[in-house]
């Protein structure tokens, strides 16, 4: 795999005041659920080891029965759930926008436990889990992970999902390899895993830790993160089962309660979801002595680190015959990634990359900022987002935003016409995480193939990060085969953990059969995206990268646009259809989708 070129610490285009190349370190909120006392957490810690031996013990049977009951106790769970969310993100309650924390909360947590249950029953009837297809291309293994089901293709329609293994590795041997843990005769070490829960999206903390009990036979601890701790109850009543069983255990507080965890000696396993400077802190310790670790290589702990921790994500326009009408949907499409989430996103779209060639170029910007220009404007509940965002806005003095700045605000930001020459350009190297984006026109050739060759050397080489990335291109594009040929060579190419085709680099995340993570190869001192994966519905093993392929201009408005009147609607719709398979909640649901 050829090496990423590290960004250097020295360059002319980033402030004096932010730390960039990688994530910018998020100021710590003050507590609104009481910090767990160091008698709990050892408490806790204790109870979780007792139980561990005794849950790897635990049979199909009774594990499908757990799921069927986390199916109920989390749709019962949901609408407290997602009105504490919104409200903590400032979206009023008669918002279409509530159905933001419908779909990436609850619904998605339901998704995951319905995906879980389907294979464990594979597993219980067949002894294996099984995928819609496994294929050899090139040598390389490609599992087909969706449309699974009726239910995929009603939900999903025209997305497909594979998952790439990692080369080397044959079909016969992924066969095998798949669902381990519950294959007669395996035996798995009993472990306690401490999951570090994310603090901008609800599902993220429930979905790792269901990825360390159902996949790895991990009893879990989960300490939420500060910034959404409040969600703390309401994610527990969703998994009580769970802790009923003694398999699962929540807790709180910040910095000190999370340094303390991860040194613990009953720890056995950490997952990270946040940020690369936290990271480092865990696997090598915090302030000079951790940056001297690192410079050294000396690990402090001997446990395995798995993570998750944001990118530079881009966004890659192949020219094309598009129309009026094209443009305006991909314009829309591109802010919609922003906008999302107010974009505290680690998969928002940061770097918008086009052929400076094209005619349609500038028509795809102002369609762009035609959508930013009627986003309604979002509370930048995420500590740090202001000073985030000055920094990026002062950096660039042609930054364009839309909205109120005033008061602490993070109006949604454009920043077009980046240099795509310097390699340390601060929009290229720090993940903004908030409202930004910005844009930059290659002057490749004007073969096609060509510039998609220097587009993905921008990103593999230039851009921080290797969780997501996007590629738009036309179908007509698609009918010429050398086109076609270069966007493929393109999806190989790219060094991310999922490639996406057309739409939402989030929809990788939120389909949750494919696997979710960075790009194999990342090492403790660039750990980049970070290592492992989650979600990952038939439990393969050897995981290169997830594939997601969806249609140019679906027929429907996609329910994640910011702009779709219905989401709050759709959100409780999707949750049920999801937890019930009851066909009275899927037509709810389409009729409501459609008519976004």
């Known amino acids: ?347 928002a779209s940061r770097v918008i990359v086009q052929h400076r060639a094209w005619a349609q170029r500038h028509g795809l910007l102002d369609a762009v900022r035609a959508s930013l220009r009627r986003a309604e404007p979002r509370s930048p509940y995420y500590p740090g987002a202001h000073e985030r965002w000055t920094s990026f806005v002062e950096t660039y003095g042609h930054a364009e935003w839309f909205g109120p700045d005033g008061d602490g605000q993070v109006p949604f930001t454009l920043i077009p016409e980046l240099d795509p020459d310097p390699e340390d350009d601060l929009a290229f190297t720090t993940e903004a995480f908030c409202g930004v984006m910005a844009e930059v026109a290659l002057d490749a050739a004007r073969s096609i193939p060509e510039y998609l060759e220097a587009a993905v050397r921008l990103c593999n080489e230039r851009l921080w990060g290797t969780l997501a990335a996007t590629i738009i291109v036309h179908p007509a594009s698609l009918k010429d085969p050398l086109i076609d040929e270069a966007v493929e060579r393109a999806i190989d190419r790219l060094q991310y953990g999922s490639v996406v085709v057309n739409h939402n680099p989030g929809a990788a995340y939120a389909f949750v059969a494919p696997s979710w993570g960075a790009y194999p190869g990342a090492t403790p001192d660039d750990i980049q995206s970070g290592v492992g994966v989650v979600h990952n519905a038939y439990l393969l093993e050897d995981v290169q990268k997830s594939v997601i392929r969806g249609p140019f201009r679906p027929p429907a408005k996609p329910v994640w646009f910011h702009t779709h009147r219905r989401m709050d609607r759709v959100g409780p719709r999707l949750a049920e259809a999801l937890a019930t398979g009851s066909p009275l909640a899927i037509a709810g649901l389409a009729g409501n989708a459609l008519r976004g």
Not at 73 to 90: S, V
Not at 269 to 282: F, L, N, P, V
Not at 287 to 303: I, L, Y
Request: glycine share 10%; aromatic share 4%.
């Open 1 to 347: 795999m050829p090496a990423r070129r590290k960004a250097s610490r020295m360059t002319t285009n980033v402030p004096p005041d932010i730390d960039r190349c990688g994530s910018v370190p998020i100021p710590e909120p003050e507590a609104r659920v009481p910090e767990t006392a160091v008698d709990d957490l050892d408490a806790a810690l204790a109870t979780l080891r007792t139980q561990a031996q005794p849950w790897t013990e635990v049979g199909l049977t009774e594990r499908i029965d757990l799921l069927d009951e986390l199916l109920e106790t989390t749709l019962d769970a949901a609408p407290a759930w997602t009105a504490a969310a919104a409200a903590a993100k400032g979206i009023d309650a008669g918002s279409p926008l509530t159905g933001e924390d419908w779909i990436s909360g609850p619904a998605l947590v339901l998704r995951n436990l319905a995906l879980l249950r389907r294979t464990l029953t594979q597993i219980d009837q067949t002894g294996a889990p099984q995928p819609p297809s496994i294929d050899e291309v090139d040598g390389q293994v490609r599992v087909g992970v969706m449309p699974a089901d009726v239910l995929d293709r009603l939900l999903f329609t025209g997305f497909s999902a594979e998952v790439r293994l990692q080369p080397g590795v044959s079909a016969a041997e992924a066969a095998d390899r798949m669902g381990r843990i519950y294959r007669s005769g395996y035996t798995a070490d009993p472990a306690v895993a401490l999951v570090l829960g994310a603090g901008n999206v609800s599902s993220i903390g429930p979905m790792d830790a269901l990825y360390q009990l159902f996949a790895l036979d991990r009893v879990v601890l989960l300490k939420m993160n500060p910034v959404n701790e409040h969600l703390g109850p309401h994610i527990g009543e969703a998994l009580a089962p769970l802790v009923r069983a003694g398999v699962l255990r929540v807790v709180y507080g910040g910095g000190e309660v999370g340094a303390y965890l991860t040194d613990h000696d009953e720890v056995d396993a950490i997952h990270i979801t946040g940020s690369d400077k936290t990271y480092e802190a865990i696997v090598f310790g915090p302030g000079e002595a951790g940056a001297t670790a690192k410079e050294r290589g000396e690990v402090r702990r001997s446990v395995p680190v798995t993570a998750e921790l944001g990118n530079v994500t881009p966004v890659i326009v192949v020219p094309g015959p598009w129309s009026d009408r094209d443009l305006a949907f991909h314009g829309e499409n591109i802010a919609s990634m922003l906008t999302n989430n107010a974009g505290f996103n680690c998969i």
